[in-house]
T-cell receptor
Framework: DAEITQSPRHKITETGRQVTLACHQTWNHNNMFWYRQDLGHGLRLIHYSYGVQDTNKGEVSDGYSVSRSNTEDLPLTLESAASSQTSVYFC???????????FGPGTRLTVL | KNQVEQSPQSLIILEGKNCTLQCNYTVSPFSNLRWYKQDTGRGPVSLTIMTFSENTKSNGRYTATLDADTKQSSLHITASQLSDSASYICVVTRDMRFGAGTRLTVKP
């Protein structure tokens, strides 16, 4: 069955370190998204991609970057982790722009 | 400012009872609005989508309504079950603006 996976599921890192969160989907969806979820804020869009080599900034993109070298993967990189980036991160993909998004299980990131 | 507001923030009901969750949005122009269910520790899963021209849509015990004039949507859950305990999130898909969600707890 097609699916979307994230790794690692839990990560503890130190302030200033570079961290990369992986997202892999097997639906062959062109559209992929990264969100962070914090108490009281709901899901907030970090970056998104509508296809290979395409990346776009979302609402809260500062301090994050993505690259899309193939259809299946959209890794999220924190260039220099900050405590404010402690959060739960969700990756999602969709077949159509504006269509139903299928979410991964999430990565809980703690920055000490 | 979050352009999608949900109420209440949390709700506790007894098993078998009905409840209604509210979603108000200010995103314009409007494309469509989707309701997601998020179980604790998992990613959201779509329940239903409302387009501009739709007023009501049902998915089993879940019924969503949309009033595009007042920019309000509601999700009604009938005959609640323990498995309905989750967060319910509405999102206006044009800008991918998510509400903060309503945390529903169904007690036996």
């Amino acid at each position: 069955d097609a699916e979307i996976t994230q790794s690692p599921r839990h990560k503890i890192t130190e302030t200033g370190r570079q961290v990369t969160l992986a997202c892999h989907q097997t639906w062959n969806h062109n559209n992929m998204f990264w969100y962070r979820q914090d108490l009281g804020h709901g899901l907030r869009l970090i970056h998104y991609s509508y296809g290979v080599q395409d990346t776009n900034k979302g609402e809260v993109s500062d301090g994050y970057s993505v690259s899309r070298s193939n259809t299946e993967d959209l890794p999220l990189t924190l260039e220099s982790a900050a405590s404010s980036q402690t959060s739960v991160y969700f990756c999602a993909s969709s077949e159509m722009q504006g269509g139903e998004q299928f979410f991964g299980p999430g990565t809980r990131l703690t920055v000490l | 400012k979050n352009q999608v507001e949900q109420s209440p923030q949390s709700l506790i009901i007894l098993e078998g009872k009905n409840c209604t969750l509210q979603c108000n949005y200010t995103v314009s122009p409007f494309s469509n609005l989707r309701w997601y269910k998020q179980d604790t520790g998992r990613g959201p899963v779509s329940l239903t989508i409302m387009t501009f021209s739709e007023n009501t849509k049902s998915n089993g015990r879940y019924t969503a309504t949309l009033d595009a004039d007042t920019k309000q949507s509601s999700l009604h859950i009938t005959a609640s079950q323990l498995s309905d305990s989750a967060s319910y999130i509405c999102v206006v898909t044009r800008d991918m603006r998510f509400g903060a969600g309503t945390r529903l707890t169904v007690k036996p």
